[in-house]
């Protein structure tokens, strides 16, 4: 898509060195959004397209809700920013409550961060405080799962499995493994939910700690639905044996619910949709919407209780925490958009809109270069064939495509991603899935 609005000049493109993104293609053919609405994007040249990822997993309540702008121009107006070390503002607390409301039985401790990739690295260190405090400092090794996407801070990076993401940035921090990935096409190709085959993938966790020893081994970190990898859903009995294994070694088990948090699968989190409750869990994105970077990791009682009590009386406990933690914009709108949860029934919404999104996905089935399809909650994955010797490349043109033809989705080298916001309509499902249907058909 070629600008249209004189206004905007390619020139200005140059001094943005965006995240993620492969800079000289977009900037020789930009893809701009200007304004946002309900289900909807405008480009700068008044084109309407309709989110199906939520922005990036993200603004589950749809855009530029009233009730998160009104609250966001009304803490502007009354106080900008307040320090949060040894210093605090009300309405952090009014957070905190509001997502421990949410949050499994036994996990009402809530840390803010200010975005998913600084809780993955806050949880590792919380892992590591914790142990401490136990008297058990050995207990240092953090075990990740290939294709695992806990962000980009170096904690995340180490304790992911994107390969790409870790190539460049070898050995930043010491004793990390990782177990195996849980796709597996040849067995589980267009389950619908979770697959039937790969609960035996967890074994590899029992490997793992008979190789290292339990006693060195500090944390395991997973999404309970890896999103960002693709859309991998865990099979059957999967994460159940996880749980498991790290209980009976005492490992620390952290769930990575950035994606997974507030609605997606129909739940609060992932930990009520699957019943397992980790011991750390973290989060952001739906938290407020995405309408101001933040993030959070929800403790277990416990853990807080033990890092809390094993320091001198008056001392600080956690020497960890960010500038704009709990920031005052910020949790006026996690305030909002958790109202909104509540008075929309939003995550009941999603629940409600997850089979009608599991049929029309699988209507693809058959579709030209689709491989598999994958659900979840309102998550869907399509997996097409790479082109030989050029993969990710069709995923990027369905993507571009789908765009063209007024539809966002995400893609992850050639996998398309849905993840719509919650607020979506049984249309909006049909719109979605006739233009990668169409879109499919024009690709080489
Ligand atoms: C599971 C998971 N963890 C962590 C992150 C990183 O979050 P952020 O981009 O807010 O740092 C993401 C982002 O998509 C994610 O999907």
Redesign the pocket.
Known sequence: MKLENPSVHVATLEHFWMPFTANRQFKAEPRLLARAEGMYYWTPDGRQVLDGTAG??CVNAGHGRKAIVEALQKQAATMDYAPPFSMAHPLAFEAATAVAKVAPEGMQRVFFTN??????DTAIKMALAYHRAKGEPSRRIIIGRERG????NIG?TMAGGIPGNRKAFPAMMAGVDHIRSTHDLARNAFSKGQPAHGAEFADELERLVAFHDPSNIAAVIV?PM???AGVLIPPQGYLEKLAATCKKHGIVLIF?E??TGFGRLGTPFAAHYFKITPDLL?C??AINNAAVPM?AVIAKNEIYDTIVNAAPEGQIEFLHGYTYSAHPLACAALLATQQLYVDEQLFARAQAMAPKLETALHSLKGARHVVDIRNLGLVGGIELEPRAGASGRRGLEAHVKCFEAGVLLRFTGDILALSPPLIIEEAQIGQIIETIRTTLNSIE
């Open positions: 990036l997993w975005s998913g990739s600084e809780s993955a996407y806990h962000g980009v995340g999404e890896a999103g960002s990575d950035v994606i973290t952001a994105k993030g």
